[in-house]
């Protein structure tokens, strides 16, 4: 039976989030409801309680024994994010984002959510003016890249009598959205996949790099989907400070660094997606101490990297390999072109000389190049939405 964490904060439209209680209890989900303080002033919690058959919390002073989830024992807020499928917070306020951006933990709802396991999904309701402030945009932002997943307001008249945007969507579009999000569980269980992330650093000297401008985003998104749908995932990056919850971690810098840990775990894979932006080039020497400044030119005699992927589709015998084409121009041919060299089974193309999209950005628009049919293109969505995407695309190409 799926379970969802409900987390219900002090919006006018929390009175929303009883229906979709009720919707997902009559789909035979458990459902555990948290309160802020704030929340209980909009809807008491005996009506959660009533129709969850669970106690509400509104407190951090509840025990594990407490919460009606299997397994729960300990500290609440600690354990109970570790049992449900979905922690869901809806309405999330524009206070409630903003503490969850800053990490702050002196309430059940932002506790548990920064305890816990759970997928994290945030359902925003405010003020339109609210909801266009630089400050809460940022602070969607700041989730959006710790791995937390948004459902859109809608547009449509408030309570306050405004109109804009920053209604919490209807108790039944709620319910869809779940339904979809919980839909992919497992369906990448037993797959061992491997992905690659972030931009190599070669160092010039002890202070020093030629390096470029991946962040690494699209790598883990793939790899933090992937885990959801309960692969087995091992992540190889150069970005280890934002690692998703549940993957095998192996920090690397350099490209021969990154060429040493995936030859290392290749056999054992099932998938391998090669999202990293590999360094072509490397100082052929590297200072050992720092090179002073002296107002001479400083030349630099460069050696060719290791070609990964190409050793990779030499090598593979079962693997699933993608590998990923950042160009400036034309990217379907680059696509094309490095699909028959690399011998890979997909090139995933974008073009990197667009504004607002690929490096240094959460958003991309991308398109996937197979040995056979056409290729596939989406628009311009968040990496998140992409590596979703990208697996759901996958599963339908293996299973057909």
Known sequence: MPSLLLGVTGGISAYKTIELASRMRKRGWGVQVLMTESATKFVAPLTF?????????????????DFDFPASRGI????????????????????????????????????????????LVVAPAMNPRMWAHPATQENIETLRRRGVHLIPP???????????????????????????????????????????????REPLDPVRFLGNRSSGRMGHAIADAAARRGADVTLVTTQPSTAPVGVRLRS????????????????????????????????????TSKRKKDGETWRLEL????????????????????????ETENPERAAREKLLKKKADWIIGNDVSRLGVGFDSDMNHILIVEREGPVVEWPELPKRDLAEKIWDLFLQRTTR
Request: with cysteine; proline share 5%; hydrophobic share 45%.
């Open 76 to 119: 609440g807020h600690i354990e109970i994010g570790k049992t449900a499928d979905v922690f869901l917070i809806a309405p999330a306020t524009a206070n409630t984002l903003a503490r969850l951006a800053a990490g702050l933990a002196d309430d059940v709802v932002c506790a548990t959510a920064l305890a816990g396991h759970a997928p």
């Open 252 to 287: 690397v810098n350099t490209a021969l660094e990154m060429q040493a840990a995936v030859h290392s775990v290749f056999d054992e894979q099932d998938v391998v997606v090669m999202t990293a932006a590999v360094a072509d080039y490397r100082p052929q020497q590297a200072a």
């Open 154 to 200: 809608g547009t449509g008249q408030m309570a306050c009598g405004d109109e804009g945007i920053g209604r919490l969507p209807e108790p039944e579009e709620l319910e869809n959205w779940l339904l979809a999000f919980t839909s992919t569980k497992d369906t990448l269980k037993g797959v061992r996949v491997l992905v690659t992330a972030g931009g190599t």
């Open 303 to 326: 050696v060719p990297n290791p070609d990964i992927l190409a050793e990779l589709g030499q090598r593979k015998g079962k693997q699933f390999l993608i590998g990923f084409a950042a």
């Open 49 to 65: 309680e009533a129709i969850t058959a669970r106690p509400v919390h509104a407190n951090m002073w509840s025990s594990g024994e």
